[in-house]
């Protein structure tokens, strides 16, 4: 059976999204409504197998680039990621079969499904990271050789641009100095590649992951179920720390959201703290006493303590009880190339990446 | 009889292009190279009187955008001019009748030449500012509404960057940004009009003037006259001062070569000095005695006291013994909406722009 995403459904992928966006990924709010508009007016969105796209056809990636702080103050015209998409396919001259999360998260997961709806074209059960990362090239295509070019950027003012790249790190260097210059944020449409790429390169039922997330938690408390705990079990994650956030630096630097919070243990966690640090996601957490308990690739996720909502880094505030969660990433993160696109070094920490289950004791 | 742009002229076109330069359009001698061997791998180029292009044929102008201290020390890798034309033609479905200069400059006259003998097609004798302005707007194209974009963009390392931008002046903003990113300089192919819209728009006959006036400061050396005073007979207009060059501030900013150079009074300009203020062109000159001297839009150009060679902003040292002298504008440029975009407001100077001839006293 083709699995859908409605009007009924809609909440739980952004919701799962968030959870994997790690703090990044932009806030769900804009990017839910955006979708929940577009599935009014056009119909559900049909979310598409890996195995199901023909070899061939080509399937193109939408997002929203730049700081997710920005874009929550900064709403979109509606059109632009259409915009974007639709330039793309022009100057490919070819017509793209489905569209795709570049990452999982609250914004990118969700601006997709709007882009699907409005073209009514399915959207494929994958993504390019399985959490979110703050750079164009941090995709696990970048891996398979894929090009993030031919690269379309459109703004809310009607301005586009389009870059041919000698890689994909020039590709995110050109499009983070156009996101800023288009006011901080901006719709793409990157990494265009065909079904059997896809299946080769891109992190597979991602999206259908992030809806038994959300269901999980959702339904966790209407059985008054601990959500934290029905999560962990689902992500093969862990309990990080808990408690009262005391504090959160947070500056915008060169086109990303970058900060610290600091977190004021509660429970279990009494008598410790936790500093999380940040880059558009959350990239390292240290507790007091035991030191890095996690770090990038692997997830970090801030949860509210009552709820099992999740809470992106641009909402982080101070007095709020939560809960920090973590979760293994993707294999392919784990390799050397993994590790030389997104490890912690790549992030300019002088620690080694240790996978999160070998760091708890 | 057509004219033609050969290895015998090329430099008489490329001192002239300097003097209308006022300063800026970059130093000469890397597009002179780049001209002469074209123009020696492909044969001479035609220069293509204005009235002899079909009214619906399209002329794309190509030119190299950055600060020219850059330029000077970047070398072009060589295809990056042809790059951005060509792609260009293939982003617009139109092969181009003819290529142009956006501005008369050292560089930005010659690097047309190249791309014209590499393609093997003519150059047109017009150009879009009829002297050198900093910004990609100053046309005055934009003020017969034609767009800067769709704009090409490439550089050596094999980059290319298109825009499509709701005006010229966001065009000039994201073009900035990337020749920043590119390195300090970048080539570009702009403001693609057809035959008709440029004998309607652009300025005439400013490319067969620049010959003239290399041919004339030229000959003026052979023959032992005052190449300064024939080229003021040539041109309309005015010794603004002579001297030696007592200081120069050079900075880059925001992609531009942005300074002052103070000259020191030499003959019958004894006891005064001229303050020059450039931003890659030549500003505005103040005379310790008597003030404004010359404005934007007006022309003006230091050039050798001695030869009557024109010497750029990048071009001038300490001890130089120099004549500086002003030009009229071209009539589009004196209007109300010409003075909007390149009057000294423009540029921040609170003054008031004096056409140079009343300036004279």
Same mark, same amino acid.
């Given at each position: 059976? !083709? $699995?859908? =995403? #409605? ?28 979708? %929940? ?9 049909? @979310?598409? &197998? ?14 929203? /680039? ?40 609250? @914004?990118?997961?969700?601006?997709? +499904?709007?882009?699907?709806?409005? /073209? ?32 379309? +950027?459109? &703004? ?13 790190? *020039? ?8 996101? +800023? ?6 719709? =793409?449409? !990157? ?17 259908? /992951?992030?809806?038994?997330?959300? $269901? ?18 689902? #992500? ?8 009262? =956030? ?39 957490? %240290? ?25 992106? !880094? ?18 392919? *993160? %784990?390799?050397?190339?993994? /590790? &030389? ?14 996978? +999160? ?5």
């Amino acid at each position: 059976m !083709t $699995e859908q =995403i #409605t009007l009924d459904n809609l909440d739980d992928f952004a919701t799962g999204a968030t959870v994997l966006g790690t703090g990044g990924g932009g806030d769900p709010y804009i990017g839910t409504l955006m979708a %929940r508009q577009a599935i009014k007016k056009h119909g559900p969105v049909e @979310l598409l &197998d890996p195995e199901d796209i023909p070899a061939d056809e080509l399937v193109v990636p939408s997002a929203m /680039l730049g700081a997710p702080t920005v874009m929550v103050e900064k709403l979109p015209r509606g059109s632009e990621s259409t915009d974007a998409f639709e330039a793309l396919e022009t100057y490919m001259g070819q017509e793209a079969y489905a569209t795709m999360s570049i990452e999982a998260g609250g @914004l990118n997961s969700t601006v997709p +499904i709007a882009v699907a709806a409005e /073209l009514e074209i399915p959207l494929v059960d994958a993504d390019g990271m399985g959490r979110a990362f703050p750079e164009v090239q941090m995709v696990t295509m970048t891996m398979g050789g894929i090009s993030a070019t031919p690269m379309s +950027i459109a &703004d809310e003012k009607g301005n586009s641009v389009f870059l041919e790249t000698q890689d994909n790190q *020039w590709a995110e260097q050109f499009a983070r100095t156009t996101s +800023i210059e288009m006011g901080g944020s901006c719709m =793409i449409a !990157t990494y265009a590649h065909t079904g059997a790429e896809l299946r080769e390169h891109a992190i597979l039922n991602s999206m259908s /992951l992030a809806r038994e997330i959300g $269901e999980t938690i959702r339904t966790a408390k209407t059985d008054s179920a601990d959500p934290v705990e029905e999560l962990l079990k689902l #992500t093969d994650g862990f309990e990080l720390f808990e408690g009262k =956030i005391l504090d959160v630096e947070r500056r915008t630097e060169g086109g990303f959201a970058v900060g610290e919070a600091t977190i004021d243990g509660m429970q279990s966690y009494e008598g410790r703290s936790l500093q999380l640090d940040f880059q558009n996601e959350n990239l390292v957490a %240290r507790d007091s006493e035991r030191g890095v308990v996690a770090s990038v690739p692997d997830l970090i996720t801030v949860l509210d303590a009552e709820t099992g909502d999740p809470i992106t !880094t641009e909402g982080l505030q101070y007095g709020h009880r939560v809960r920090v969660v973590g979760m293994p990433c993707a294999e392919q *993160w %784990r390799t050397d190339a993994g /590790l &030389d696109l997104v490890g912690p070094r790549y992030f300019d920490y002088d620690i080694d990446y240790k996978p +999160i289950e070998n760091l708890q004791s």
